[in-house]
């Protein structure tokens, strides 16, 4: 079954369900390629649930600005962004055996599906976790993307060990700010770049040191890290190489490092894309019940000001942190 099937009618839920789910809904859906301007709140067809899926009743659904530029977003038409979704269950496919109906979860829906700027939407079970409950809806939406994109690049591709010297580019960056977090909870000596306004900030979140790049370099001592997670690229990544020990590690986050400043300084370059993955998310939901990882929100809009909420992400003078659609209270 198509998870974009425009068939009017109930929507088909293969598994268990917790009552009658409308076969419409509201959505924000773009039926042409482009920026906010595309984007209409319209009815749409409730999706319907696969096998291995659960369909969420969405509370909140943050933003990444960016996302609208990105091809695999624009592989079917029309399309829902928002891909970052927390809301409660109210079905599921045959064989998924958790989560259940009524479990509140949390959750990064992969990009070349239908987002959560709608009133439902069905992801692979897989793909959720149990969202943090000592927060709302709200902040546990703002979590999945770049918080698990701070692990990943800790966790997974660096796999950084308690004691190593960690440089964090970007610190106080909607992901820098995580990975400034969880490389100090990883028991790294964390240090981070960042522009001034930002020093104490990032001093708070867990960093050791903050290099102010408006007036420290932070290439002044050659071979002092273990670990370079980039957030930022360009001239700051072109720069990143010798700071690293022999044998160090440079995760990347926009492009791969090059191959041929990798081999000449004898590191390893890592370059990934976030994934869902649940057992990540449950360990950063712990984090959040913990009190161990702030999550900042910037701004939230209703649902119905979804257009208004992709345009504020022109606005220079946006304060830090996610821009999240309220769905459900
Ligand atoms: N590969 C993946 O899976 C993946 C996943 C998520 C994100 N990304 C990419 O990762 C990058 C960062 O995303 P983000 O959401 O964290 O962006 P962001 O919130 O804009 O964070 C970037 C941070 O770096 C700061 N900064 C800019 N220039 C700097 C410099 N020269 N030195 C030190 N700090 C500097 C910025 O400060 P100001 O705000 O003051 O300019 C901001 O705090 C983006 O390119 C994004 O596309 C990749």
């Known amino acids: 079954m198509s998870r974009n099937s425009t068939a009017r009618g109930p929507a088909v839920v293969p598994g268990t369900r917790s009552g009658p789910v409308p076969a419409t809904m509201s959505a924000l859906r773009a039926h042409r390629r482009g920026g906010p301007e ?30 609208l530029g990105w091809d695999e977003v624009w592989k079917h038409l029309p399309m829902i962004p928002s891909h970052e979704v927390s809301g409660v269950v109210v079905a599921v496919g045959r064989s998924v055996t958790w989560p259940q109906v009524g479990d509140q979860v949390y959750g990064l829906i992969r990009f070349d599906r239908d987002g959560a700027a ?29 918080a698990l994109t701070a692990w990943q690049a800790l966790v997974d591709q660096a796999k950084v060990q308690p004691g190593e010297r960690v440089l964090v580019h970007g610190g106080a960056g909607g992901v820098g700010s995580y990975v400034t977090q969880i490389a100090a909870r990883l028991g790294a000596r ?4 960042a522009f001034t306004a930002d020093v104490a900030h990032v001093l708070r ?5 903050v290099i102010d790049v408006a007036t420290q370099q932070f290439d002044a001592t050659p071979a002092a890290f273990d670990v370079v997670i980039d957030t930022v690229g360009g001239a700051t990544l072109e720069r990143s190489y010798p700071v690293l020990v022999a044998g160090g590690r440079l995760v ?14 004898g590191i390893q370059g890592l ?14 939901a712990a984090m959040v019940d913990a009190g161990e990882l702030e999550v900042k929100i910037a701004s939230t809009f209703p649902l119905s000001a979804g257009r208004a909420a992709f345009e504020s992400g022109a606005h220079f003078d946006r304060p830090p942190g996610k821009t999240v659609l309220l769905v459900r209270d």
Do not use: C, K, W
Request: glycine fraction near 2%; hydrophobic fraction near 50%; aromatic fraction near 4%.
């Open 190 to 193: 964390v240090t981070a770049t």
């Open 271 to 284: 370059f990934f894309v976030v994934s869902p993955n649940r057992d990540e998310l449950s360990a950063l």
């Open 252 to 265: 990347t986050l926009q492009a791969p490092p090059s191959a041929e400043m990798v081999a000449r300084h």
């Open 205 to 209: 979140l867990g960093a050791h040191r």
């Open 118 to 146: 709608a009133e439902y939407v069905s992801v692979p079970a897989a793909d959720l976790a149990p969202r943090p409950r000592t927060v709302g809806h709200t902040v546990a939406a703002a979590v999945p993307l770049a």
């Open 38 to 67: 595309q984007l209409a709140l319209e009815p749409a067809p409730t999706p319907p649930v696969a096998d291995d899926e659960a369909l969420i009743e969405v509370h909140a659904a943050a933003i990444t600005f960016a996302e």
